[in-house]
């Protein structure tokens, strides 16, 4: 389960939408009553990590498993799906809602999907004749804040759907996101877009307003003044070079999924080789808010300065008596930080066993020689 990030210093509040989220999901929860199983996609309970604690559904009488294409093995009367509008989804539920048929089993099927339906997926049930024998409805997780200063729409295949499969349902997904900001802090006076799916989403946008308009009788100011759409195809040049700031390495190297990473216990340290840890990146590590977006040569330095410093502070304070209270409260205060310091030593130096490599270094040259334009015929001979 990822670490749940503060969002107190968010410059909007998050934490609202955070909640309201929350809040939805509670609801569908409270909706069917008594104990129930509920199955969450892989990836969606990933996301909805960041919403809520594990332990709160359960004390809402809820069994949690995962979606697969094993037969669902659990004795609760009710089962709650709770899925992205994935087609391939649909033939799992429906493989599970009909391996219950030969036991006998009666049970109540609700199929909730996130955060919308689509008539491609009521078409598979339908096809599968399962439809009838479940409950839908929607959970309108449009967006998840990821940290203080990160939202995510959670699209993680836009790019594929709308270039490759000309499924451009993520771009309607997008205008419908920003358009529930405009109900939590205003309407956005300014939006400003590049490229195909931009601007299409921006026109929805504009539409959504038409259609749906945000009473700013209750709203005052705006709190977004401006936001800038921006097509990934207006660079397609970024994502494939190496990144080189500390976070960027981490995710290149480790891969960050809902703000942490899952790493060998070894690696951090603990003496329990072969178990996973998973190692929250957000920021409420104060540490890691300052160097996140720092060379990752400069991390380096500064984290052996740090350590440094607390190691001549308590070589002080060993070898002499004469320090007031004080002194030895603001001694003790930069202890505090130990933890964070050594959690970032040791991923530090995980980094640096791939970072220390010739061929990442050649790798690095190449890609500056292409980016450069300098000599193609180097490429073209090997």
């Known amino acids: 389960m990822a670490q749940i990030p503060n969002l107190d210093n968010a410059p909007l509040n998050l934490a609202a939408l955070r909640e309201q989220s929350q809040k939805d999901l509670l609801n569908i929860l409270k909706s069917i009553r008594g104990k129930k199983c509920v199955v969450i996609d892989p990836k969606l309970a990933g996301t909805l990590s960041l919403i809520l604690q594990t332990s709160l559904l359960k004390e809402y009488g809820a069994e949690l498993h995962l979606l697969s294409a094993e037969p ?29 048929e030969p036991k006998g089993l009666q049970r109540e099927f609700f199929l909730y999907f996130v955060p919308r339906c689509t008539v491609a997926c009521e078409k598979i049930l339908e096809e599968e004749k399962v439809h009838q024998k479940l409950t839908v409805g929607e959970y309108p997780l449009y967006l998840v804040p990821l940290d203080e200063d990160v939202i995510s729409f959670e699209l993680d295949h836009s790019l594929q759907e709308c270039l490759i499969e000309g499924d451009t349902s993520s771009v309607w997904h997008v205008a419908k996101a920003i358009h529930k900001l405009e109900f939590a802090f205003g309407v956005i006076p300014n939006v400003r877009a590049k490229g195909v799916a931009s601007t299409k989403a921006a026109e929805l946008l504009n539409s959504m307003q038409q259609e749906d308009p945000v009473n700013m009788d209750d709203m005052g100011i705006p709190e977004i003044n401006t936001v ?5 195809e207006v660079d397609l040049v970024t994502p494939m070079c190496s990144q080189l700031t500390y976070e960027g390495l981490l995710d290149e190297m480790l891969q960050i999924n809902n703000g942490s990473v899952e790493v060998d216990a070894s690696i951090m340290g603990a003496q329990q080789d072969g178990k996973k840890v998973k190692v929250p990146l957000n920021s409420s590590d104060k540490l890691y808010k300052e160097i996140r ?22 070589a002080e304070v060993k070898s002499t008596n004469t320090q007031s209270v004080s002194e030895l409260k603001d001694f003790v205060k930069r202890l505090h930080s130990l933890p964070e310091i050594a959690r970032h030593v040791h991923l530090a130096q995980h980094l640096q066993s791939f970072t220390g490599k010739p061929s990442f270094h050649a790798r690095l040259d190449i890609e ?12 073209i001979g090997e």
Not at 77 to 98: D, E, G, T
Not at 228 to 232: C, H, Q, V, Y
Not at 295 to 309: C, D, H, I, Y
């Open 72 to 100: 669902l093995q659990t004795e609760c009367p009710k089962v709650l799906y709770l899925v992205r509008s994935q087609l391939n989804f649909m033939k799992l539920i429906a493989s599970q809602i009909k391996s219950d």
């Open 228 to 232: 800038i759409l921006l097509d990934r």
């Open 293 to 314: 977006d720092l060379n990752f040569e400069v991390v380096v330095q500064v984290l052996r300065q740090k350590a440094t410093s607390i190691q001549q502070d308590y």
């Open 368 to 379: 500056q020689t292409i980016l450069e334009v300098q000599n193609f015929e180097i490429f």
